[in-house]
T-cell receptor
Framework: DAKTTQPPSMDCAEGRAANLPCNHS???????VYWYRQIHSQGPQYIIH???NNETNEMASLIITEDRKSSTLILPHATLRDTAVYYC???????FGAGTRLTVKP | GAGVSQTPSNKVTEKGKYVELRCDPI?????LYWYRQSLGQGPEFLIY????????DSGLPNDRFFAVRPEGSVSTLKIQRTERGDSAVYLC??????????????FGPGTRLTVL
């Protein structure tokens, strides 16, 4: 089984922030958390990764709890093109799990 | 620059046949990964190469599946005696291989395999 758990689906209104949670309670102290997304019929696309500090790039922000047992991917202003399946994985574990299907609605 | 490419994009074969799926990683990437993805599921890890050697092949489901990367660049996934259950999208990814097991992976578009 994957080392991460995510809700199977979420909806978000266009223009609003999308907050996608991920639990990784068995993560080791030096393992990074990676986020990818997969738009229909395409290969997964890297979004962001982090170790313990919050991270931000042009695509998203990543908030990691102090105990590192969970994280949240934030898309600050979701658009219809952000509709995809979002996966979080732990470094060293190749198992993606089923991810969260995010639907951004107009 | 060029991303990861996979050929063919679609492959239809008959049960019992042999197939080869090709992956061209990003130039200079030493790590290469194969996954397969069934409808509605996340990618399922198959094998990971670091250079020419398979560093982890624990995801290969049985001995009908084999992968090579003889020169540390292009990789071929080989499936013998295909079964209908092998039908899936086969994804390839590459990474720089500098940060160990899973530094940032760049995925190809996949090969959709259909076994009739």
């Amino acid at each position: 089984d994957a080392k991460t758990t995510q809700p199977p689906s979420m909806d978000c209104a266009e223009g609003r922030a999308a907050n996608l949670p991920c639990n990784h309670s068995t993560i080791s102290g030096n393992e990074y958390v990676y986020w990818y997304r997969q738009i229909h019929s395409q290969g997964p696309q890297y979004i962001i990764h982090g170790l313990k500090n919050n991270e931000t790039n042009e695509m998203a922000s990543l908030i990691i709890t102090e105990d590192r047992k969970s994280s949240t991917l934030i898309l600050p202003h979701a658009t219809l093109r952000d509709t995809a399946v979002y996966y979080c994985i732990v470094e060293g574990d190749m198992r993606f799990g089923a991810g969260t299907r995010l639907t951004v609605k107009p | 620059g060029a991303g990861v490419s996979q050929t063919p994009s679609n492959k239809v074969t008959e049960k019992g046949k042999y197939v080869e799926l090709r992956c061209d990683p990003i130039s200079g990437h030493t790590a290469l990964y194969w996954y397969r993805q069934s409808l509605g599921q996340g990618p399922e890890f198959l094998i990971y190469f670091q250079g020419t050697g398979a560093a982890d092949d624990s995801g290969l489901p049985n001995d009908r599946f084999f992968a090579v990367r003889p020169e540390g660049s292009v990789s071929t996934l080989k499936i013998q005696r295909t079964e209908r259950g092998d039908s899936a999208v086969y994804l390839c990814a590459s990474s720089q291989g500098l940060a160990g097991y899973t530094d940032t992976q760049y995925f190809g578009p996949g090969t959709r395999l259909t076994v009739l």
